[in-house]
């Protein structure tokens, strides 16, 4: 069974910077689309970003462009998501995500994602 772990999440002040990262088993972790999710109480879960396969194609909530950045190392089985320029609203549980290539290179919505980490806490105090 394919295990997705999140860690790098904590508290922080505005307009510091964390570096999420997401461990994945398995022997197929560069056959995955990888994106971050995010969530807070009483709201549905929300794309953040998203990366293709072997990293060529990238994908941004608004929200979030021009402060984070996803990327990948295949040979490390790892997907990043660093975080720079925090705001109180970008405090939610983040959940790394993976899932099988499909029409587009990289899908923002949850259900095309199948395999889910357990979720790193990131808190960003004003």
């Known amino acids: 069974q394919v295990q997705l772990v999140e860690s790098g999440g904590g508290l922080v002040q505005a307009g510091d910077s964390l570096r999420l990262s997401c461990a994945v088993s398995g022997r197929f972790f560069s056959t995955y689309v990888m994106a971050w999710f995010r969530q807070t109480p009483g709201k549905e879960r929300e794309f953040v970003a998203g990366?293709?396969?072997?990293?060529?194609?990238?994908s941004y909530a608004d929200s979030v462009k021009g402060r984070f950045s996803i990327s990948r190392d295949n040979a490390k089985n790892t997907a990043y998501l660093q975080m720079n320029s925090l705001k109180p609203e970008d405090t939610a549980v983040y959940y790394c995500a993976a899932g099988a290539p499909g029409p587009i290179p990289v899908a923002t919505t949850t259900f095309n994602y199948d395999k889910w980490g357990q979720g790193t806490q990131v808190t960003v105090s004003s």
């Open positions: 990366i293709s396969r072997v990293g060529v194609t990238k």
